[in-house]
């Protein structure tokens, strides 16, 4: 579903990424990990077109998503890739409810349809009695329960998260994790997850070990 090809990126005189090819199939969920350092936040933000290669392509399902200009990149992530973050990035001024349905509202999509959505993955997860809470009365498992709804509300091809856990205690982070199977197992949902954490890498299917700017 996804192949990048040698990937190069430098920062300033950095040469960050030398190099790199990834696959990624539908349905998988593929840990990459490593020192900090090593490339794997940077290789993360490329393919999800947060940020554009010096070299190299990046495609789904064929399309070379770096010959899009700004604005078809925009609409193309906003579709097609969702995000999770380990700070949560929920907007304080709106309510868990109105946090998942932004990106959306953004896509164009039908207001009624958005939000009838976000309630069901709300409910999903196990948030149905949140839905009118802002963020600051959220516990940090809750707050990103509602980003990883955030994620899923434009049906994305793939979801992209960056030490998803890294910022929450030991049960909340095992609940998280027993969350993104369960969503792979009922949604069919395809993750790639950066991570420190070696029991979530333990039970991905495949994991990508990155060290100096390459997968080793």
């Not at 604005?71 to 868990?96: C, P, V, Y």
């Not at 993750?191 to 420190?196: G, K, L, P, Q, R």
């Amino acid at each position: 579903m996804i192949r990048a090809t040698s990937i190069h990126k430098h920062y300033d005189n950095l040469h960050v990424l030398k190099g790199v090819d990834v696959e990624i199939e539908q349905g998988e969920v593929v840990a990459i990990v490593g020192k900090s350092g090593a490339g794997k936040t940077t290789l993360l933000h490329i393919l999800g077109t947060l940020d554009k290669a010096d070299q190299g392509a990046v495609l789904y399902d064929q399309q070379n998503v770096n010959e899009l200009a700004d604005k078809q990149i925009s609409s193309f992530r906003n579709k097609h890739i969702g995000f999770i973050f380990q700070f949560h990035h929920l907007l304080d001024e709106f309510t868990a409810l109105e946090n998942v349905c932004m990106p959306g509202y953004i896509q164009g999509t039908d207001r009624l349809d958005v939000e009838s959505r976000a309630r069901e993955l709300l409910d999903y997860l196990g948030l149905s009695d949140r839905l009118d809470h802002k963020p600051n009365q959220l516990s940090g498992g809750e707050q990103q329960r509602v980003a990883i709804a955030r994620s899923l509300i434009n049906n994305p091809d793939v979801v992209l998260a960056d030490e998803p856990t890294g910022n929450l205690d030991t049960q909340t982070s095992q609940d998280i994790h027993d969350l993104i199977f369960k969503l792979r197992k009922d949604l069919k949902h395809t993750f790639v997850i950066v991570t420190h954490n070696q029991e979530l890498a333990g039970r991905c299917d495949r994991t990508l070990q990155m060290a100096d700017g390459k997968i080793v």
